[in-house]
């Protein structure tokens, strides 16, 4: 099976400019996570997706928004770009069985610079 | 927020020796899983233990977990220069499926 894809790798933006990040889960999986990963504040969550629907939001403005398509693919935009939005942004797919989640496998992520 | 802390920040070896890390936690857990990452690159999983778990082997790795004390911890025995890397703890904490809450990392140096 292919592995969780991540389009674009590197993105550079200025200031005030939006920008959108596309994820493709493992196929057959269901739920997608967002999290941002700097040196400062670490790993952290922004939301995730399950059938479209989000369940679960981190503590994140609302410049940061997602959604998910059908096929489970997710994009995630961020809007008014700030320079503490460089990061690398990572996707993750996992399968929800019996309720539980399990095991989430992330992708190479999307590197992201604002100027 | 991150849930919690790891322990050492970084820890530097020689081949062959093993590697402990230790990672502590806040609230009650569903699971905790074990990643690690290469230069900034994505996460590639490890390990997942659940709550009523207290011991896991896979491979070299050996994961332990007290929910008593909160804290668990990874062992990679034998270590090569390939297992350098950044090694992250997360956790599904109770009441918050999906979303995972990392620890800060450790950084292990594996030299020849």
């Known amino acids: 099976k292919a592995g969780v894809t991540q389009t674009p790798r590197y993105l550079i933006k200025t200031r005030g400019q939006q920008v959108t990040l596309s994820c493709s889960p493992i196929s057959g999986h269901r739920s997608v996570s967002w999290y941002q990963q700097t040196p400062g504040q670490g790993l952290q969550f922004l939301f995730e997706?399950?059938?479209?629907?989000?369940?679960n939001k981190g503590n994140f403005p609302g410049r940061f928004s997602g959604r998910q398509f059908s096929n489970s693919r997710s994009e995630m935009n961020v809007s008014t770009l700030e320079l503490g939005d460089s990061a690398l942004y990572l996707c993750?797919?996992?399968?929800?069985?019996?309720?539980?989640?399990?095991?989430?496998?992330f992708g190479p992520g999307t590197r992201l610079l604002v100027l | 927020s991150q849930q919690g802390e790891e322990d050492p920040q970084a820890l530097s070896i020689q081949e062959g020796e093993n590697a402990t890390m230790n990672c502590s936690y806040k609230?009650?857990?569903?699971?905790l899983q074990w990643y690690r990452q290469n230069s900034g690159r994505g996460l590639v999983h490890l390990i997942l233990i659940r709550s009523n778990e207290r011991e896991k082997h896979s491979g070299r790795l050996r994961v332990t977990l007290d929910t008593s004390k909160k804290s668990s911890s990874l062992l990679i025995t034998a270590s090569r220069a390939a297992d350098t890397a950044s090694y992250f703890c997360a956790t599904e904490n109770t009441g918050t499926a999906s979303k995972l809450t990392f620890g800060t990392g450790t950084r292990l140096q594996v030299t020849l």
């Open positions: 609230t009650s857990i569903n699971n």
């Open positions: 997706y399950f059938s479209e629907t989000q369940r």
């Open positions: 993750a797919s996992s399968l929800i069985t019996a309720g539980y989640q399990e095991t989430q496998y």
